[in-house]
């Protein structure tokens, strides 16, 4: 599946008009996986998916997408076919078939740029000449050489130049928020006696790389392990040592020597279908909302398929920066010679195609399949030694090798997650790959509260978290009959959840946070679980960027890269998505608007009762401004009073803590509306943060921000308002504005609309004031006529 297969038919084509046949004979992958399976010596673990996938087995053994087989997130169809298009390609002797290319930042006046040029060749080319074209914004930079006097082994040749370019000529390629995306068109034509090829693709300029540095390099410190051991007869063992303590390696990216904090999400196929993965308006769609919501990297995830031509293209276009798995993903794989021989075909092609992309900024090798093999997983244990062994073949000594053989301006992770260079030294399977000192970590936890940052690891970079919701009930009409969406869960609402224990996970998430009605429908637990997602990711990810300067004396700390699972969805059901499979933004999706601005204000009741306030910038100039406070009781949408605070230096790049105090003791010193106990001050008032630059219109500087110090079931003297909407109009030909009127503070107010090509500009948010205007922008020119609209919010009470 992953591998693009030529053949000469020149023998076989009839000419005129006779019709030619192509016939391709496809064996059931279910039953080629089964026999594998039974035909290899040494049974590969896990043996099957888990029940609750109803999926099929063994396809470990095939190179083909993983999660066809059956996902936590999708069904199993294991597909059949040709997927991709099939061609007559017309030549005379050879075939320009790829481009590599590296930019390096040369010195203070020019780019150098490398390009490596791959021919397949059924003959020995001689006397050819080849020219190089750039596109710049000020000429056409060109070079023509002789090329090419080498011998055709097994059908390919390389080649290549190098071209000096003026920084004058060209514009840096940035990730989305930091600058522009100038791409610039690289011709690459080869002639020969017989023939002349061409082919063009467009490339920007950027250098990329993944920092890894010991943290506290210039000052280590001795310190003192105590290791303790328990032997059968429960005695306890001290042993002490002394040794060179350091805090871990850094982890993250730099793009153009400025650190960059990777903001973003992981991507699965956007089709369960193979040949429907690839429709341009649906993957544009998809990377255009990454993009309107300020995220920069996007991690296209191992289980699934190297993607289109276009995905890659598109991601260029727009500043999105991909983390590329290749495809091995929660699964222990073979490592006989015939699987690593096709392993490096598949390797050495996909690295060719996608190599000159300056979207695509790190391979990894798999997921999660370091962390599985040394956790034992799959009851790997009682073997491990071999299955060490294969993990290194496939891993390092084929595809590692692969990789630095044919990209060498990229760096390779084996994993995901991953300890990066120190699990490297550990022969690279480390004793714990979940470090918080090194590389990435994936974090789930759904037995704790979601909404509590005491859980949350103090990571270097979070790759993936996330929790479950239900899509949109217009998105579950489309699938169910409406019989399966009366009570909840139904039979069929069941089968769609493929997580196990999935639907207890995601009602002790609402319960423990959130008021139910006394005979919840379908629709109320779409809006109910939505809600819970949507906070639970914007407090994870607010509590990871803002620690991304906080260095714990433990080492842990210093996080520089948030990416949520996920953003997409393959079926109506149950997923960790942020835009269901209706192309609908959940609650989620909207909130990542305010999570990942380039500046966002953060304020925490800590554990410790401490209220603290951060400050995060993205910006690359130091900033002055001012933040307040406005503190609510739950009993008036009117505030009961306003902090302000002094003029802020705010620094570039970093996060800053500009506010920790004794919770109770700053709000009694401003307040005492809030109740004299601190159990009514907790559950009486909440918190609204706003940050503006300093100047003369005291501008926003940041999306405003909230501090609930109680869960919304707990809260008092709060009344459900009533909320309405008092105005529509046509704003323009795609745009239609609504004006909302509340009685109240709302809480999550979300409005529904039946159609999916639009997006409103705010979706989900906190009512404070007696009347608030959204606009819904669609795609394509809509009519009032077309505009069905519905308004939900939270309700403490029910009648």
């Given at each position: 599946?992953?591998?693009?297969?030529?053949?000469?038919?020149?023998?076989?084509?009839?000419?005129?008009?006779?019709?030619?046949?192509?016939?391709?004979?496809?064996?059931?992958?279910?039953?080629?996986?089964?026999?594998?399976?039974?035909?290899?010596?040494?049974?590969?673990?896990?043996?099957?998916?888990?029940k609750?996938?109803?999926?099929?087995?063994?396809?470990?053994?095939?190179?083909?997408?993983?999660?066809?087989?059956?996902?936590?997130?999708?069904?199993?169809?294991?597909?059949?076919?040709?997927?991709?298009?099939?061609?007559?390609?017309?030549?005379?002797?050879n075939?320009?078939?790829?481009i590599?290319?590296?930019?390096?930042?040369?010195?203070?006046?020019?780019?150098?740029?490398?390009?490596?040029?791959?021919?397949?060749?059924?003959e020995?080319?001689?006397?050819?000449?080849?020219?190089?074209?750039?596109?710049?914004?000020?000429?056409?930079?060109?070079?023509?050489?002789?090329?090419?006097?080498?011998?055709?082994?097994?059908?390919?040749?390389?080649?290549?130049?190098?071209?000096?370019?003026?920084?004058?000529?060209?514009?840096?390629?940035?990730?989305?928020?930091?600058?522009?995306?100038p791409?610039?068109?690289?011709?690459?034509?080869?002639e020969?006696?017989?023939?002349i090829?061409?082919?063009?693709?467009?490339?920007?300029?950027?250098?990329?790389?993944?920092?890894?540095?010991?943290?506290?390099?210039?000052?280590?410190?001795?310190?003192?392990?105590?290791?303790?051991?328990?032997?059968?007869?429960?005695?306890?063992?001290?042993?002490?040592?002394?040794?060179?303590?350091?805090?871990?390696?850094?982890?993250?990216?730099?793009?153009?020597?400025?650190?960059?904090?990777?903001?973003?999400?992981?991507?699965?196929p956007?089709?369960?279908?193979?040949?429907?993965?690839n429709?341009?308006?649906?993957?544009?769609?998809?990377?255009?909302?990454?993009?309107?919501?300020?995220?920069?990297?996007?991690?296209?995830?191992?289980?699934?398929?190297?993607?289109?031509d276009?995905?890659?293209?598109?991601?260029?276009?727009?500043?999105?920066?991909?983390?590329?798995?290749?495809?091995?993903?929660?699964?222990?794989?073979?490592a006989?010679?015939?699987?690593?021989?096709?392993?490096e075909?598949?390797?050495?092609?996909?690295?060719?195609?996608?190599q000159y992309h300056?979207?695509?900024i790190?391979?990894a090798?798999n997921?999660?399949?370091?962390?599985?093999?040394?956790?034992?997983?799959?009851?790997?244990?009682?073997?491990?030694?071999?299955?060490?062994?294969?993990?290194?073949?496939?891993?390092?000594?084929?595809?590692?090798?692969?990789?630095?053989?044919?990209?060498?301006?990229?760096?390779?992770?084996?994993?995901?997650?991953?300890?990066?260079?120190?699990?490297?030294?550990?022969?690279?399977?480390?004793?714990n790959?979940?470090?918080?000192?090194?590389?990435?970590?994936?974090?789930?936890?759904?037995?704790?509260?979601?909404?509590?940052s005491?859980?949350?690891?103090?990571?270097?970079?979070?790759?993936?978290?996330?929790?479950?919701?239900?899509?949109?009930?217009?998105?579950?009409?489309?699938?169910?009959?409406?019989?399966?969406?009366?009570?909840?869960?139904?039979?069929?609402?069941?089968h769609?959840?493929h997580?196990?224990?999935?639907?207890?996970?995601?009602?002790?998430?609402?319960?423990?946070?959130?008021?139910?009605?006394?005979n919840?429908?379908?629709?109320?637990?779409?809006?109910?679980?939505?809600?819970?997602?949507?906070?639970?990711?914007?407090?994870?990810?607010e509590?990871?960027?803002?620690?991304?300067?906080?260095?714990?004396?433990?080492?842990?700390?210093?996080?520089?890269?948030?990416?949520y699972?996920?953003?997409?969805?393959?079926?109506?059901?149950?997923?960790w998505?942020?835009?269901?499979?209706?192309?609908?933004?959940?609650?989620?999706h909207?909130?990542?608007?305010?999570?990942?601005?380039?500046?966002?204000?953060?304020?925490?009741?800590?554990?410790?009762?401490?209220?603290?306030?951060?400050?995060?910038?993205?910006?690359?100039?130091?900033?002055?401004?001012?933040?307040?406070?406005?503190?609510?009781?739950?009993?008036?949408?009117?505030?009961?009073?306003?902090?302000?605070?002094?003029?802020?230096?705010?620094?570039?790049?970093?996060?800053?803590?500009?506010?920790?105090?004794?919770?109770?003791?700053?709000?009694?010193?401003?307040?005492?509306?809030?109740?004299?106990?601190?159990?009514?001050?907790?559950?009486?008032?909440?918190?609204?943060?706003?940050?503006?630059?300093?100047?003369?219109?005291?501008?926003?500087?940041?999306?405003?921000?909230?501090?609930?110090?109680?869960?919304?079931?707990?809260i008092?003297?709060?009344?459900?308002?009533?909320?309405?909407?008092?105005?529509?109009?046509?704003?323009?030909?795609?745009?239609?504005?609504?004006?909302?009127?509340?009685?109240?503070?709302?809480?999550?107010?979300?409005?529904?609309?039946?159609?999916?090509?639009?997006?409103?500009?705010?979706?989900?948010?906190?009512?404070?004031?007696?009347?608030?205007?959204?606009?819904y922008?669609?795609?394509?020119?809509?009519?009032l006529?077309?505009?069905?609209?519905?308004?939900?919010?939270?309700?403490?009470?029910?009648?």
């Amino acid at each position: 599946m992953f591998v693009r297969y030529t053949f000469s038919v020149e023998e076989f084509l009839k000419y005129q008009e006779q019709e030619n046949v192509l016939e391709v004979i496809i064996k059931s992958p279910i039953r080629m996986a089964n026999y594998f399976f039974n035909d290899y010596s040494n049974k590969i673990p896990p043996f099957c998916v888990p029940k609750e996938y109803n999926g099929e087995c063994h396809v470990n053994y095939l190179r083909k997408m993983q999660s066809s087989f059956g996902w936590d997130w999708g069904p199993a169809f294991p597909s059949v076919g040709v997927w991709k298009s099939v061609r007559i390609v017309m030549f005379q002797d050879n075939l320009l078939e790829d481009i590599k290319t590296e930019t390096i930042a040369a010195n203070t006046s020019h780019w150098l740029l490398k390009t490596d040029i791959y021919i397949q060749c059924f003959e020995s080319i001689s006397n050819a000449k080849f020219k190089l074209a750039l596109n710049t914004k000020k000429s056409i930079i060109s070079i023509e050489q002789n090329c090419c006097n080498d011998i055709c082994v097994k059908n390919e040749m390389h080649t290549g130049v190098e071209l000096y370019v003026p920084k004058t000529d060209i514009n840096t390629w940035w990730p989305n928020g930091y600058g522009e995306q100038p791409l610039y068109n690289l011709s690459i034509e080869l002639e020969t006696k017989n023939d002349i090829q061409s082919k063009t693709i467009s490339i920007g300029f950027r250098t990329a790389e993944l920092i890894q540095e010991q943290i506290d390099k210039n000052d280590p410190k001795l310190g003192t392990r105590i290791s303790i051991k328990c032997n059968n007869y429960n005695k306890i063992e001290y042993t002490f040592f002394i040794f060179i303590y350091f805090l871990g390696l850094s982890f993250y990216f730099k793009i153009n020597g400025v650190p960059i904090f990777a903001k973003g999400t992981n991507y699965i196929p956007a089709n369960i279908f193979p040949e429907n993965m690839n429709d341009e308006n649906v993957i544009n769609n998809l990377l255009t909302a990454a993009k309107q919501v300020h995220m920069n990297t996007i991690r296209v995830w191992g289980g699934g398929v190297y993607e289109s031509d276009i995905f890659y293209k598109i991601c260029d276009q727009l500043g999105i920066m991909v983390w590329q798995d290749m495809m091995f993903a929660c699964n222990m794989y073979p490592a006989n010679q015939q699987f690593l021989e096709t392993v490096e075909i598949e390797i050495k092609q996909q690295i060719r195609r996608l190599q000159y992309h300056p979207s695509i900024i790190l391979w990894a090798g798999n997921n999660e399949n370091e962390a599985a093999l040394r956790g034992n997983w799959y009851g790997t244990r009682n073997n491990y030694s071999m299955f060490a062994s294969d993990y290194i073949a496939l891993y390092v000594n084929t595809i590692k090798k692969i990789v630095i053989e044919e990209d060498k301006t990229r760096h390779f992770l084996v994993s995901s997650p991953t300890n990066g260079l120190k699990s490297e030294e550990e022969n690279y399977i480390a004793e714990n790959p979940y470090s918080a000192l090194y590389g990435d970590v994936h974090y789930y936890n759904y037995e704790v509260n979601s909404w509590s940052s005491i859980f949350f690891p103090w990571t270097r970079f979070a790759s993936e978290y996330g929790l479950q919701s239900l899509p949109a009930y217009q998105t579950l009409q489309k699938a169910f009959d409406i019989n399966d969406l009366i009570t909840f869960p139904s039979p069929a609402l069941i089968h769609r959840q493929h997580q196990p224990l999935g639907y207890g996970f995601m009602l002790y998430q609402i319960e423990i946070n959130l008021p139910v009605p006394p005979n919840p429908t379908v629709s109320d637990y779409v809006h109910l679980s939505q809600i819970v997602q949507a906070r639970a990711m914007r407090i994870q990810t607010e509590w990871y960027r803002k620690h991304r300067n906080t260095l714990l004396k433990d080492g842990r700390g210093l996080t520089m890269g948030a990416l949520y699972w996920q953003l997409n969805d393959v079926w109506q059901a149950p997923t960790w998505s942020s835009i269901d499979y209706d192309q609908r933004w959940k609650m989620l999706h909207y909130s990542a608007s305010d999570f990942f601005s380039p500046i966002i204000i953060v304020p925490e009741l800590e554990i410790s009762n401490n209220l603290t306030i951060y400050v995060v910038s993205d910006s690359l100039v130091d900033l002055e401004v001012i933040f307040n406070v406005e503190i609510y009781s739950w009993k008036s949408d009117i505030p009961l009073t306003t902090y302000i605070s002094d003029t802020i230096l705010l620094k570039n790049n970093s996060a800053q803590l500009i506010l920790n105090e004794n919770y109770f003791n700053w709000l009694n010193a401003i307040t005492e509306k809030c109740g004299q106990s601190k159990d009514q001050q907790i559950r009486s008032c909440f918190l609204h943060t706003k940050l503006y630059y300093n100047n003369i219109n005291m501008t926003e500087a940041s999306p405003s921000n909230y501090m609930f110090p109680s869960t919304f079931n707990k809260i008092i003297g709060y009344e459900t308002p009533n909320i309405s909407v008092s105005r529509i109009w046509q704003e323009k030909k795609n745009q239609i504005n609504v004006k909302l009127e509340s009685t109240g503070i709302g809480l999550f107010v979300w409005l529904n609309v039946t159609q999916t090509d639009g997006n409103f500009n705010e979706n989900g948010f906190v009512m404070l004031n007696k009347t608030k205007t959204v606009k819904y922008m669609s795609n394509k020119d809509i009519s009032l006529k077309q505009f069905n609209l519905e308004i939900e919010y939270l309700r403490t009470k029910f009648i």
